[in-house]
Nanobody
Framework: QVQLVESGGALVQPGGSLRLSCAAS????????MGWYRQGPGDLRDLVAA???????TYADSVKGRFTISGDNAKNTVYLQMNKLKPEDTAVYYC?????????????????WGKGTLVTVSS
């Protein structure tokens, strides 16, 4: 059974930084691909960043150069470091994991979702 718990969401000013954490259990962490997603009010859930089991990363165009995804195998945790935050980054952020990279990148409808963590960027 896979369990994922997101944390770290907060209210932050534009231009500020925040780090989200996703703690995983019930999986061999290093054998899974991980992704961060976000969903604003009335919007679809979009992929923000992904990291493969081998450490390769990919980012949505809107966050390139500002966000960094990373993983810590010893802690079974994936992080999303968010810098230079903008009001349009405001959303509920979710993480997910799958042994198939295609599912992470294109199969959001096939995954179960937790509660996420709310990030609000406002002055």
């Amino acid at each position: 059974q896979v369990q994922l718990v997101e944390s770290g969401g907060a209210l932050v000013q534009p231009g500020g930084s925040l780090r989200l954490s996703c703690a995983a259990s019930g999986i061999i962490f290093s054998n899974y691909h991980m992704g961060w997603y976000r969903q604003g009010p009335g919007d679809l859930r979009d992929l923000v960043a992904a990291i493969t089991s081998s450490g390769s990363t990919t980012y949505a165009d809107s966050v390139k150069g500002r966000f960094t995804i990373s993983g810590d195998n010893a802690k079974n945790t994936v992080y999303l470091q968010m810098n230079k935050l903008k009001p349009e980054d405001t959303a509920v952020y979710y993480c997910n994991a799958d042994p198939s990279l295609a599912t992470i990148l294109y199969g959001m409808g096939d995954m179960d979702w937790g509660k996420g963590t709310l990030v609000t960027v406002s002055s």
